[in-house]
């Protein structure tokens, strides 16, 4: 059984890993995950959350605001929205993500939106702030 697999993690504005990983948790839409060598293929979307991968070097935390994930038996390959290491976050960052989810709840529910996207808007909303208390910023 394969010990590690390739884990590759991009945002828009560049590209934040690419390594051998133990296992990675991964912030779902569905719920968190866990990808391991030899996982199932799996495509699931992200929300919001910490991104902890395990690799032979030592875990690494990542904040992401949703994006893609695909999971291979050979790798994983997260596609983020938004991606910042956790030792780069920062009060600011999180005050910065917290006030764009509130502009997008807000507009939301001023432009008569369908339904459906100001639960999304405020789903993005609570787990921004969330994030803040977890991680004690």
Do not use: W
């Not at 133990?22 to 060598?37: F, K, L, N, S």
């Amino acid at each position: 059984m394969a010990d590690t697999m390739q884990f590759d993690l991009v945002s828009p504005e560049r590209s934040l890993a690419s390594l051998q990983a133990r296992a990675v948790q991964i912030p779902g839409a569905e719920g968190d995950m866990t990808a391991m060598p030899l996982h199932a293929p799996t495509l699931t979307t992200l929300r919001p959350g910490i991104l902890k991968v395990d690799a032979p070097e030592g875990t690494t935390e990542y904040l992401v605001t949703g994006g893609f994930a695909q999971i291979t038996s050979e790798g994983l390959s997260v596609l983020a929205e938004r991606a910042i290491p956790m030792d780069e976050m920062t009060r600011a960052h999180l005050d910065e993500l917290i006030e764009e989810a509130r502009t997008m709840y807000k507009t939301a529910q001023e432009d008569n939106s369908e339904h459906g996207l100001v639960e999304d808007a405020a789903k993005m909303l609570a787990d921004m702030e969330a994030l803040g208390t977890h991680m004690s910023l």
